[in-house]
């Protein structure tokens, strides 16, 4: 493992508490977080209430092969340069932000256990669950907050997209976790779980380098 980071992806719906969680773990771990969310592809080429009208819930609006090439730079020791998105417009920014090499890394985002290729690359898989009611009370206070939308435009869009492509496309990598959460649960014992399985997985992965550095041992005669 020298040289390399470990990789922590945490998915789920919208609003389970993903950020949240990622933030928390950020600290106890001294780690950068990269979001998927600054993966959307770029639609500045579309008139701005057009944009608007297009569906941020499925796998094919995130620039795929940029977010799987630089995950697996960051896995490898390497910096990257992550995109900026501008939610209010539905654009990049034209800026970059650099992440340099770091032992542990968190990536964040509805689909971080959608793709197999990202999957292979991390060490800990979380994911956080949440009803209905709770994802959309939080990311109405969010979009509000963050990203100029209003509550009724927010619930709208839950209803038409994010919701129905949750059931479709996030619900289903709940299968691939190595850590499943409740995103009611309080963040200490959140956090310690996601910790106890990152200690148990290193233990593990260094015992496997050892037996691959240590040459056989002779057998008796």
């Not at 990152?198 to 002779?218: C, D, H, K, V, Y």
Request: aromatic letters at 6%; charged letters at 25%; glycine letters at 6%.
């Amino acid at each position: 493992m020298a040289g390399t980071s470990y990789l922590i992806g945490i998915a789920g719906p919208s609003g389970a508490g993903k950020s949240y969680l990622a933030r928390h773990l950020a600290h106890r771990l001294s780690a950068p977080v990269v979001a998927l969310d600054q993966y959307y592809c770029d639609l500045s080429h579309l008139p701005l209430g057009e944009r608007a009208r297009c569906n941020f819930d499925e796998p094919g609006a995130i620039e795929y092969e940029l977010l799987i090439s630089q995950v697996a730079d960051l896995h490898a020791g390497r910096a990257i340069h992550v995109p900026t998105y501008d939610f209010s417009i539905h654009t990049r920014t034209g800026e970059t932000r650099l992440f340099e090499r770091s032992p542990f890394v968190l990536l964040e985002g509805l689909f971080t256990l959608h793709w197999p290729e990202l999957r292979c690359l991390l060490g800990t898989a979380v994911y956080v669950d949440a009803t209905d009611d709770i994802c959309l009370h939080r990311r109405q206070e969010r979009d509000v907050r963050e990203r100029g939308r209003t509550p009724e435009s927010v619930l709208e869009q839950f209803r038409a997209t994010v919701a129905p492509m949750a059931e479709r496309y996030v619900h289903p990598t709940r299968q691939h976790a190595d850590v499943v959460l409740s995103g009611a649960s309080p963040i200490e014992q959140a956090v310690a779980r996601v910790l106890d399985h990152i200690r148990r997985r290193m233990n593990q992965l260094s015992t496997e380098t050892r037996s691959e550095i240590l040459p056989p041992q002779p057998t008796p005669r």
